[in-house]
């Protein structure tokens, strides 16, 4: 098959586990299971592990179709042989029966790759990243995930501020994030920064809010493990502040 199925690197994944129960698993328990296809259709391969591989083919290179009434994903000859970039080149519309019609979205020029986006244009770096990564199995370098800026849109970004200001931002938006929302976790993240930062005596009472921030921070990135994603890396961060956090209100308390 030409269309990539990432079957290695899926072994052991939540993905696999999910294809073992909600399509092999079912397969097996449905009209006698993988038994019924094998006699109907003797000559195809229906072990575990060949569904497994069509399985990832399908959602490492299906195409969400967008309609008014309904949202599916299908396989395209050459829609799905199209690369990936979070500034495409490409706009998609889809007819009634998913008949798939490409159109340049702007002047291309001579040499310049095809390119379609694979996730959502309203996302910021943080929300792309982490669904190309986890389902396409990549990590995207185009110029926008690139630039922090992500070419001055700042989708992802809060706008500098004081503690008071974050402070507000966090009670303001308590009730309509989730607690782990990236933009909770920076503003929390950005209140922790400034500790230190303002001159004067400091109280271990005075750093306690803080310190609850910081284990606040610490417990919704438990399981980001991978440091080679940004959760990952402000996970290791907040724990590393943490315990600098905490040396530092021991010595105070000495004093």
């Not at 199925?5 to 006698?32: F, N, P, Y």
């Not at 803080?210 to 996970?235: H, M, Y």
């Amino acid at each position: 098959m030409s269309l990539e199925s990432h079957l290695e690197s899926r072994k052991g994944t939540e993905a696999w586990q999910i294809c073992q129960d909600r399509v092999i698993d079912v397969m097996k328990k449905t009209l006698v299971g993988v038994m019924v296809f094998e006699v109907l259709y003797p000559q195809l391969d229906f072990k575990g592990e060949r569904i497994q591989e069509l399985v990832g083919i399908f959602e490492t290179n299906s195409i969400e179709a967008r309609l008014c009434q309904t949202e599916v994903h299908g396989l395209y000859e050459m829609g799905s042989m199209m690369e990936h970039s979070c500034v495409p080149n490409i706009n998609m519309s889809f007819d009634e029966k998913f008949h798939l019609t490409s159109t340049a979205g702007r002047d291309i020029e001579k040499g310049e790759h095809l390119s379609i986006m694979y996730t959502h244009c309203f996302w910021g770096t943080w929300a792309l990243r982490d669904h190309l990564i986890k389902y396409k199995k990549f990590w995207c370098f185009c110029k926008r995930c690139s630039d922090p800026s992500e070419l001055d849109k700042n989708p992802s970004n809060i706008l500098e501020g004081t503690v008071p200001e974050f402070r507000g931002f966090l009670e303001k938006y308590s009730k309509e994030l989730y607690s782990s929302h990236y933009y909770m976790v920076a503003a929390r993240h950005s209140i922790l920064q400034m500790v230190g930062r303002v001159e004067g005596p400091y109280e271990t009472k005075s750093l306690m809010e803080p310190r609850d921030l910081l284990i606040e921070t610490a417990s919704v990135l438990r399981d980001e493990t991978n440091t080679k994603l940004p959760e990952g890396q402000l996970r290791k961060q907040v724990d590393e502040t943490l315990i600098q956090l905490k040396v530092f209100m021991k010595t105070v308390g000495e004093f």
